[in-house]
C-alpha cells in the first residue's frame, strides 16, 4: 500500500509530466492558453526540466520511495514556480492565466509540508 506522500509524489509527477510535455507536442494551444511568447526554444526548455521533474516525482510515487530529497525536489519546484508564475504576474510580463497555475502549487507546498510532518 502506498503511503499518502507516495500518492502525492504521483499526483505531482503527473501534473508536472502533462504541463511540462503540453508546450513540447502542442506549442500553438499552449500559446493560445498563455499568450504568446518571444522565445519558444526557451518555453520548449521549461517545459522538458519541468517533465524531468515530474518523472522523478512520479518514480518515487510509484515506488513508495520518498526520502528527503524527493520531499524538497516536490516542495522547492512548486515553490519556484509560485514565485516566478505571481511575481511576473503582478509585474504585467506573463498574464493573468498563469495564477491558475500557482493555486495548485501552493496546495502542492502545503500538502507536502503537512503529511511530511506527520
Known amino acids: 500500500m502506498h503511503s499518502s506522500l507516495s500518492i502525492l509524489a504521483g499526483a505531482q509527477g503527473i501534473y508536472?509530466?502533462?504541463t511540462g510535455v503540453w508546450p513540447i507536442v502542442h506549442m500553438r494551444?499552449?500559446?493560445?492558453?498563455t499568450g504568446p511568447k518571444n522565445d519558444l526554444w526557451l518555453v520548449k526548455t521549461?517545459?522538458?526540466?519541468?517533465?524531468?521533474?515530474?518523472?522523478?516525482l512520479?518514480?518515487?510515487?510509484?515506488r513508495g520511495a520518498?526520502?528527503?530529497?524527493?520531499?524538497?525536489?516536490g516542495v522547492s519546484s512548486a515553490l519556484a514556480l509560485t514565485i516566478v508564475d505571481i511575481h511576473y504576474v503582478v509585474r504585467k510580463v506573463i498574464p493573468p492565466i498563469?495564477?491558475?497555475?500557482?493555486?495548485?502549487?501552493?496546495?502542492l507546498i502545503a500538502a507536502w509540508?503537512?503529511?511530511?510532518g506527520r
Request: with cysteine.
Open 113 to 116: 509540508l503537512v503529511l511530511w
Open 66 to 73: 520518498v526520502s528527503l530529497e524527493i520531499l524538497v525536489l
Open 98 to 107: 498563469y495564477l491558475l497555475d500557482a493555486g495548485p502549487e501552493i496546495l
Open 46 to 56: 521549461v517545459g522538458a526540466v519541468i517533465t524531468c521533474i515530474g518523472l522523478t
Open 16 to 18: 508536472y509530466v502533462i
Open 29 to 33: 494551444s499552449f500559446l493560445a492558453v
Open 58 to 62: 512520479g518514480i518515487a510515487g510509484w
